[in-house]
C-alpha cells in the first residue's frame, strides 16, 4: 500500500523534478457478473483505493517505468519495431503504450512512477487501474487530448493483445467514467452509461477473502467459450442473436435441448444476470435497497450454482455477511474463484458488521480477512 505523496517522494529520488500526477481507481462491482463480454448490463462504482502514476516527460521516446510494489525499474523505446509482451507487470503499461502508438498516437518519451493501494488478484481491478492511469498520463505528457471512452477500449485491447486476458469493457469503464457518489449502469453492447446515486444511507463494504485461487484466468477464459458456444448453438434457431445479450429467458428454455447442461447454465447465468442489473439499477435509483439486496443475493446464486464461478471461502464470506444485521444484500465481485465481496449495509451497522464478520471468517477459514468501506469515487484524473 502507497500513498499519493510516496509516490510523488519516489519520483523526485529516482529521477528528479516534479511530475505530474494522475490517478485511476479500483473499482467495485454491484451487479452484472460475466455478463460485460456478453454484450450485457453491469453497475460497477469506483473506489478510492487508486493507481498513481508519477510522469514528467523526456527529450527522447523512452519510456523510463519504475514500479513502487515491484520495486523495480524497467525502458523501454517508443520506437522499437513488433513490440513483444514479457510476461511482466510492465506489460499493462508498454501495452497500452503499444496499442496508442499503433492507432497512430506519438508519444512522448517520459519517466514514470507507478504507485498503487489497489491489492493485486483481490477481484478489485488493479490491472485496469494501473492501464488507465498509464493512459491518461502517456496522452497528457505528450501534450494528447483524453476521450475517456476511447481510453477505455484501448486499455481494454492492451490488456485482450498485449497482456492476453480476454476481459469485457466493465473494469476500464468504470476506471474512466466513474463519478463520485454514484454506480454506473454501462450497457456494455452500446457503451451507453447512466450515473446512478447511492444514498448517504448506505456504504459499500468490501470483504478481502485473502484467497484467490490459481485457476482463475484459465477459467475465466472457459467461461467466455461457454457463453460463445451457446450463442453459436441457439443462433441456429434465432437467427438475429450476435450476443446472449439478445436471448431472453424463455427463448433459452424453449431452446435448451440444443446445448450441453453446462452450456445451458452458463447462459442462464447470463440471461438472468443481464435482467437483474437492469432491475438493481432502477431499484438503486428509486431507493428501494431492499430489492437490490434481494438481486444481489439471486446473483449470487446464480454465480455459485449456473456459472460456477465461487469457491469455499467465498461462500462463506458471502453467509457471514448476508446474516449480520443492517445488510440489504451481498455477493461476490469481479471474475471469481476468490477476491472480495461487496456487501450494502446500513450507515450505523458498519462497525459491527466487521467486526462479526471478520471473527466467523477467522473461525471459519482460519484466515484473516481485510474488510473496509469506500465512499464511490471518481474515474480517471489528475491529482491536485
Ligand atoms: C473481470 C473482467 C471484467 C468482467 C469481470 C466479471 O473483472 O476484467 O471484464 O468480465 O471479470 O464480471
Known amino acids: 500500500m502507497t500513498s499519493v505523496g510516496q509516490t510523488i517522494a519516489e519520483f523526485r529520488r529516482r529521477f528528479g523534478g516534479e511530475p505530474k500526477v494522475y490517478r485511476a481507481p479500483g473499482r467495485v462491482n454491484l451487479i452484472g457478473e460475466h455478463t460485460d463480454y456478453n454484450d450485457g448490463f453491469v453497475l460497477p462504482a469506483a473506489l478510492e483505493l487508486a493507481t498513481y502514476a ?53 508519444l512522448t518519451g517520459a519517466d514514470v512512477v507507478i504507485g498503487s493501494d489497489v491489492p493485486l488478484g483481490a477481484g478489485l481491478s488493479s490491472s485496469a487501474a494501473i492501464e488507465v492511469a498509464s493512459g491518461y498520463a502517456l496522452l497528457t505528457n505528450s501534450g494528447l487530448a483524453v476521450d475517456r471512452t476511447r481510453l477505455a477500449l484501448a486499455c481494454q485491447r492492451a490488456e485482450n493483445e498485449f497482456v492476453g486476458m480476454r476481459c469485457g469493457i466493465m473494469d476500464q469503464f468504470i476506471a474512466c467514467h466513474g463519478a463520485a457518489g454514484h454506480a454506473l449502469l454501462i450497457d456494455c453492447r452500446s457503451l451507453e452509461r447512466r450515473l446512478v446515486p447511492i444514498g448517504a444511507r448506505v456504504r459499500l463494504v468490501i470483504c478481502n477473502t485473502m484467497v484467490h485461487h490459481e485457476h482463475a484466468a484459465g477459467e475465466y477464459n472457459l467461461r467466455r467459450r461457454d457463453c460463445e458456444e451457446g450463442v453459436r448453438r441457439l443462433s441456429a434457431v434465432l437467427p438475429g442473436i450476435t450476443a446472449l445479450r439478445d ?32 432491475r438493481a439499477a432502477d431499484a438503486l435509483q428509486a431507493g428501494d435497497l431492499g430489492l437490490v439486496g434481494r438481486l444481489m443475493g439471486e446473483s449470487q446464486a446464480s454465480m455459485r450454482d449456473d456459472f460456477e464461478i465461487s469457491c469455499a471461502e467465498v461462500d462463506v464470506m458471502v453467509e457471514l455477511n448476508a446474516a449480520a444485521d443492517g445488510v440489504y444484500g451481498a455477493r461476490m465481485t469481479g471474475g471469481g474463484f476468490g477476491g472480495c465481496t461487496i456487501s450494502l449495509v446500513e450507515a450505523s451497522a458498519v462497525d459491527a458488521f466487521k467486526e462479526s464478520v471478520a471473527k466467523g471468517y477467522r473461525d471459519a477459514t482460519g484466515l484473516e480477512p481485510q474488510i473496509f468501506t469506500s465512499p464511490p469515487a471518481a474515474g480517471v484524473g489528475a491529482v491536485g
Open 54 to 106: 508519477a510522469i514528467a516527460p523526456r527529450g527522447d521516446r523512452t519510456l523510463r517505468i519504475h514500479s513502487q510494489l515491484m520495486d523495480e525499474t524497467v525502458t523501454f523505446d517508443l520506437d522499437e519495431a513488433n513490440p513483444k509482451p514479457r510476461k511482466h507487470w510492465s506489460d499493462y503499461v508498454r501495452g497500452v503504450a503499444v496499442v496508442f502508438e499503433s492507432a497512430g498516437h506519438r
Open 247 to 278: 436471448v431472453t429467458a424463455d427463448d433459452l428454455e424453449r431452446h435448451a435441448g440444443l446445448l450441453t447442461p453446462v452450456v445451458h447454465r452458463r447462459c442462464r447465468h447470463i440471461v438472468s444476470e443481464n435482467a437483474r442489473t437492469v
